[in-house]
């Protein structure tokens, strides 16, 4: 383990480390996927079941894990650290190509053929997500120390 001289030093020592276990932690990224996923099922699959079309599901659908990705992180001055998750599954029909978060998390009517049914309200899986992760970090903590533990890091 280094030595550091003053507190600056070892402030900036962490934080390099903590975004290096945030951007490369299969398990911190695995425990977000999970959240997202259910909220998806919960929030989005619940509101209604279609007829016209089969849902993809973990099938490179909206509830795959692996269309789950950590697009940001940082630490705030406070210390507290944030993550940015991305839902990255794209549409199929009038929306292949393009990515589907924001039309359903907002509903944007405008990017469906038809946009006159339950489909196109806003259904806000992202939020639920982020609800579910602030309301219950344990495992994601978990995650977290793991990544600092497996870097050679101390933890309590």
Do not use: C, H
Request: glycine share 8%.
């Amino acid at each position: 383990m280094p030595k550091f001289k003053d507190l600056a030093s070892l402030e900036a020592y962490l934080q390099k480390n903590a975004m290096q276990i945030l951007s490369r932690s299969a398990d911190v990224e695995r425990v977000v996927a999970e959240v997202m996923s259910q909220a998806v099922i919960d929030v989005v699959y619940a509101a209604y079941s279609p007829t016209q079309y089969e849902r993809r599901m973990d099938n490179d659908g909206l509830s795959d894990p692996r269309n789950v990705g950590i697009g940001d992180f940082g630490i705030k001055p406070d210390g507290s650290v944030f993550i940015t998750f991305e839902n990255l599954t794209e549409g199929e029909d009038s929306m292949q190509g393009k990515f589907i978060t924001d039309t359903i998390v907002e509903g944007r009517k405008s990017d469906w053929n038809n946009p006159n049914g339950v489909w196109s309200e806003p259904r806000d899986f992202i939020g639920e997500a982020s609800r579910r992760l602030r309301e219950n970090p344990q495992e994601l903590i978990n995650a977290f120390k793991s990544g600092l533990l497996a870097k050679g890091f101390k933890v309590k």
